[in-house]
């Protein structure tokens, strides 16, 4: 498939914070599987630190309230973590996927640990109460996929 598309990540409010480039891997009936290539210097999240280069594989799984992100250690085959968004069900058209990210984060370290990230944040969007239901239930579903050592590699699950 191999096709290249802009991702468009927007805040609660659907306004765009941040787009890059990526690679469409797989499509199933299940959700997308892209390719990205990290272009910020760095970034911290607890004990992982996220550096220019890195290769990200990345899920978008249809109508959930998350996307999973596989960090690589540069181009390599070994995981960093897996950093997951807690979102609206993602938006895809004419080569663009936009997704309206709703603070909450689920880091996953490579033992298995778990961090919610963000839980502030989360409690201060203007959002409905149904959507913050959905959100919630969409943490809940992370987490117990990866509790569950279901996720080992993204390919697997598409």
């Keep these: 498939m191999h096709k290249t598309i802009t991702v468009i990540k927007r805040n609660e409010r659907s306004q765009p914070v941040f787009q890059y480039q990526a690679e469409i891997l797989d499509q199933s009936e299940k959700g997308l599987l892209l390719s990205a290539v990290f272009g910020l210097t760095s970034v911290v999240e607890e004990d992982i630190n996220i550096l220019k280069g890195d290769r990200f594989k990345e899920w978008y799984p249809y109508q959930k309230w998350f996307n999973i992100y596989q960090i690589y250690v540069g181009q390599s085959a070994q995981v960093r973590a897996w950093y997951c968004n807690i979102c609206r069900p993602f938006l895809f058209h004419k080569d663009v996927l936009e997704f309206d990210d709703l603070a909450l984060d689920l880091l996953v370290y490579p033992d298995g640990s778990?961090?919610?990230?963000?839980?502030?944040?989360?409690?201060?969007?203007?959002?409905?109460?149904?959507?913050?239901?959905?959100?919630?239930?969409?943490?809940?579903?992370?987490?117990?996929?990866?509790?569950?050592?279901?996720?080992?590699?993204?390919?697997?699950?598409i």
């Design 114 to 157: 778990q961090s919610v990230l963000d839980r502030d944040e989360f409690r201060a969007l203007r959002i409905s109460g149904h959507e913050r239901r959905l959100a919630l239930e969409g943490l809940e579903e992370l987490q117990t996929i990866f509790s569950q050592g279901k996720v080992s590699d993204l390919s697997e699950i």
